[in-house]
């Protein structure tokens, strides 16, 4: 499975950006599909998951209430919705995919190359 990230881009503090992970495999939906984010100079971080059908989702506590997490089965996609962004939120986001769920990083099957998100204050 091959996953291409991409919608991060530059933001003034309370804005919102719109992120897409598009997956290679027809067997998309058989796959739990996370967000985690890797900030300068600290460790990648979970933020959203959702499960095969959309049914489950979870999220980080620091993006809870501000991020919601998607995804189309017919078009192999999965989104991640950022509102009320912060300049904390800066980091770069990472789509991973997982066969089951998990939201844990060593998990993880496939993952994407990430896409920068900037917030600037």
């Known amino acids: 499975v091959q996953l291409q990230a991409s919608g991060g881009g530059l933001v003034q503090a309370g804005g919102s950006l719109r992120l897409s992970c598009a997956a290679s495999?027809?067997?998309?939906?058989?796959?739990?599909m996370n967000w985690f984010r890797q900030a300068p100079g600290k460790e990648r971080e979970f933020v959203a998951a959702?499960?095969?059908?959309?049914?489950?989702?979870y999220y980080a506590d620091s993006v809870k209430g501000r991020f919601t997490i998607s995804r189309d089965n017919t078009y192999n996609t999965a989104y991640l919705q950022m509102n009320g962004l912060k300049p904390e939120d800066t980091a770069i986001y990472y789509c991973?995919?997982?066969?089951?769920?998990?939201?844990?990083?060593?998990?993880?099957?496939?993952w994407g190359k990430g896409t920068l998100v900037t917030v600037s204050s």
């Open positions: 959702i499960n095969w059908n959309g049914g489950i989702t």
């Open positions: 495999a027809r067997t998309f939906s058989n796959y739990a």
């Open positions: 991973a995919a997982v066969l089951g769920y998990s939201i844990k990083s060593t998990d993880m099957d496939y």
